[in-house]
């Protein structure tokens, strides 16, 4: 990027088109707001209604039209933006069609989905909640716009914060995990990632937020299935994180697929501008998912594609992306009157803010130079980002046990190396991968064999396939991916275990690589079984019975029923999938060259059965009391209640200490706080860091409230033997919620504080709020 200031300085005259008649925009479109309304009022009084509904048009290159169509397309004025092309020789024509060929000279922007990395692939999202890191997760984002940047991007749909309760659902690899709290903190993390100081910068792309909303509550974890929800639940748990995006600057939200009370989200008004626009002051751009305009028909609330286009427009949807409604039937809804021009003209003001604010009028080509910049090699491996997504990458390992002190492992003796994910180089990258290489990714084998060249033995043997049941494999090779999904050893699956069992004898110790491929924790990848497929349990009851020590690795993108594991492995490392420097990120952990402080974002089940289970669950009259007879309490009765790992939960090399809670107060009066602090303490032999949790909870208020809710949280890092005071704040933000009538408010009462480095295990002391006083936005409307 060592030449974005030249293209601001140098190229911007040379490349901006100047339109006759035309009001110029300012080279920084957030010097002058009046500005900004003047010219695109004056643009918009210019525009015919094709020109008009051109600009609502997301289109992709490929199957959808091929380049020299849409070259064509964007020269008539009929699409606005383009998804998916992101190489600069891509986009650099596509842009000049569109300021040098179209009547009105109206510039593109360009968005992909850049999840969680471009070129370079850090952790997926549900790794990087894991550590409990903001500065890591604006580090990823920051790189991720720089990489994207350097591609002519302008737009990510991104970040994903659905909420997920139900590991079934294969997007869960997506999110933030289960608590609205952590997932709001990194969605601002991520915002400012990506937009940096501003959107109008050559080094910054803008954030679309989606899936809004409500998307992680598809019933049965089923993707792309309804969501119904009382409105209490969704502002106390769905919400707040698509809020926080927005109010962290977010340009975009992208809208979701499935229906919120029986009104599909891409027609519905309450969602996208009672709420959305008028209560949250939202001012940017709505996006449809793919194809969901058209999808409004297969809902059954559009009787054919005219009534589509209608409602989605009329509910407040901006972009179309990838279909054909707007085009086809807007013309003819506002020659009818049943649209009008002042809501044609809402939704084109918002295209064209999106493209003010991105400084694309005064400079169309600022995110990708000249033609004399592009990069011989859009593959490269220089144009990676390897130390930080390394840095990153081991940060968000989660240790889940640790026997006898397994690990760190020694750089010395045999080690066997087996598991159908212990050479995989897609894999490892996990979903959404945008433009990451699997070729270029470090491997677990290669990360291992380099961190002990020299000093160990590794013995290598694929052990079983990731599954034998060839549905599965037909299914994830039917992905649309570069490569087959799943390549399968043809050997028979007795043949390969005895291989890795042979070859065990003759280890130190067995590091076993098993989980999931990238495919099985995707869209439209949810999944009614969350154990190990039986292919890898064998191996792994195989492998155990050689009474080698038994260091098993996961790689998966949700939470995985392994009681059987937690039970039988050595150690238990949860690495989820870690991206383009995966192999030495996981290598650093097993070796002891980092101290894993990852803590997990979403409850572990203990099988199936138990799903949903989340921490913060509410208050119930019949609560199973632990330690008691279950009859007659909320339980399931054939095995042990509570989930196998909980929310926050997350081992060290070290061993850590919480203790001596304080609170500065035992009665406090609204408008007042109180301090909370605990000494943490690193008794063991490594420097480590932890994560301190605050958690509040409520005695009685007028809603049943959750048994504790995450109100904050510090990652401390301590040398053997220090000890630190750690101190929260706890005040009005810690103590408001939303209440039966959709209020923000905070209620006299018993509170508990605890702090505890996971959510079950905590120091507990308790205060009372003497008074409180209602805080509401009385405007504030409920979906009914």
Request: charged content about 25%; overall charge negative.
């Amino acid at each position: 990027m060592a030449s974005a200031a030249a293209w601001v300085t140098g190229m911007a005259a040379q490349l901006a088109i100047t339109v006759p008649g035309q009001a110029q925009p300012p080279a920084d479109p957030s010097a002058d707001p009046g500005a900004k309304k003047a010219f695109i009022d004056d643009l918009i009084s210019r525009m015919t209604v094709d020109e008009k509904v051109g600009q609502l048009r997301l289109i992709s290159i490929g199957p959808e039209m091929p380049i020299a169509q849409l070259e064509d397309e964007i020269a008539a004025g009929r699409i606005g933006a383009s998804f998916n092309t992101v190489v600069r020789r891509d986009n650099r024509p596509l842009q000049e069609a569109a300021v040098k060929r179209s009547r009105l000279k109206i510039p593109l922007f360009f968005a992909y989905d850049i999840v969680h990395g471009h070129r370079t692939a850090f952790p997926i999202p549900l790794g990087l909640a894991s550590s409990f890191d903001m500065a890591a997760i604006e580090r990823m984002a920051r790189v991720s716009a720089l990489e994207a940047c350097a591609d002519g991007v302008d737009m990510t749909f991104a970040p994903m914060v659905d909420i997920g309760h139900d590991p079934r659902w294969g997007r869960v690899s997506e999110g933030f995990g289960e608590d609205p709290y952590l997932a709001s903190e990194c969605a601002r993390a991520s915002v400012h990632g990506f937009q940096g100081s501003g959107v109008n910068r050559p080094d910054t792309i803008m954030a679309a937020v989606k899936h809004f909303a409500l998307y992680g509550a598809v019933e049965g974890g089923r993707d792309y299935n309804t969501v119904d929800m009382s409105p209490l639940r969704m502002h106390q748990v769905y919400l707040p994180p698509y809020r926080a995006a927005i109010d962290a600057g977010a340009g975009g939200v992208m809208v979701a697929l499935n229906s919120i009370n029986g009104v599909p989200a891409t027609a519905n008004t309450w969602l996208l501008q009672d709420l959305l626009r008028k209560q949250w002051g939202f001012r940017g751009i709505t996006i449809s998912d793919h194809g969901a305009i058209t999808e409004l028909m297969k809902h059954g609330v559009a009787r054919d594609a005219r009534e589509a286009a209608k409602l989605a427009i009329k509910a407040g949807i901006d972009l179309s992306m990838a279909d054909k409604v707007y085009l086809a039937e807007l013309p003819g809804l506002v020659a009818s009157g049943e649209i009008t021009m002042a809501e044609l003209d809402a939704r084109v003001r918002e295209v064209l803010g999106v493209k003010y604010d991105l400084g694309l009028f005064a400079d169309p080509f600022l995110r990708m130079g000249s033609p004399a910049d592009d990069p011989v090699d859009d593959k490269a491996d220089n144009r990676l980002h390897r130390r930080p997504a390394r840095e990153v990458a081991r940060e968000t390992i989660v240790l889940l046990g640790n026997r006898n002190r397994t690990l760190p492992l020694k750089k010395a003796g045999t080690i066997l190396l087996t598991g159908p994910l212990a050479e995989s180089g897609l894999d490892i990258l996990g979903s959404w991968s945008a433009q990451a290489v699997a070729k270029l990714a470090v491997t677990l084998r290669a990360g291992i064999e380099t961190a002990v060249e020299g000093k160990a033995r590794v013995l290598t043997a694929r052990g079983c396939n990731i599954t034998d049941n060839p549905k599965v494999v037909d299914y994830l090779n039917y992905l649309n991916w570069d490569t087959p999904e799943v390549v399968q050893d043809p050997r028979a699956p007795e043949v390969m275990i005895a291989e890795a069992v042979e070859l065990a004898a003759q280890a130190d110790v067995v590091i076993a690589a098993v989980g999931e491929t990238r495919g099985m924790s995707h869209e439209s990848s949810s999944r009614v079984d969350i154990d190990l497929p039986g292919s890898q349990r064998a191996l792994l009851k195989a492998l155990k019975a050689t009474g080698k020590p038994l260091v098993v690795v996961l790689m998966n993108g949700r939470p995985l029923a392994i009681d059987w594991e937690k039970d039988n492995a050595d150690a238990l490392l949860e690495t989820w999938y870690t991206g383009t420097e995966g192999g030495n990120a996981i290598a650093d952990v097993l070796f002891g060259d980092h101290n894993p402080s990852a803590k997990l974002p979403i409850s572990f089940p203990r099988s199936v059965g138990q799903i949903p289970i989340y921490y913060n669950h509410l208050r119930i009259g019949r609560p199973l009391t632990e330690g008691k007879p279950g009859n007659y309490t909320s339980q399931y009765f054939e095995e042990q209640n509570g989930p196998l790992y909980p929310f926050g939960f997350g081992l060290s090399y070290s061993r850590f200490s919480l203790s001596s809670l304080k609170l500065s107060a035992s009665r406090i009066s609204y408008g007042q706080s109180l301090t909370a602090e605990a000494t943490l303490t690193n008794e063991g032999p490594y420097e480590g860091a932890n994560v301190v949790q605050l958690y509040i909870s409520e005695s009685y208020a007028s809603v049943a409230r959750p048994v504790k809710e995450l109100k904050g949280f510090q990652k401390v890092t301590l040398k053997p033997g220090e000890s630190r005071v750690v101190r929260f704040e706890i005040g009005e933000e810690q103590l408001k919620f939303v209440n039966a009538e959709l209020r923000e408010v905070v209620e006299s009462g018993q509170f508990s504080v605890q702090l505890g480095l996971d959510s079950h295990e905590v120091l507990e002391q308790s205060f009372e709020l003497a008074e409180a006083l209602e805080h509401a936005d009385q405007n504030q409307k409920s979906p009914g």
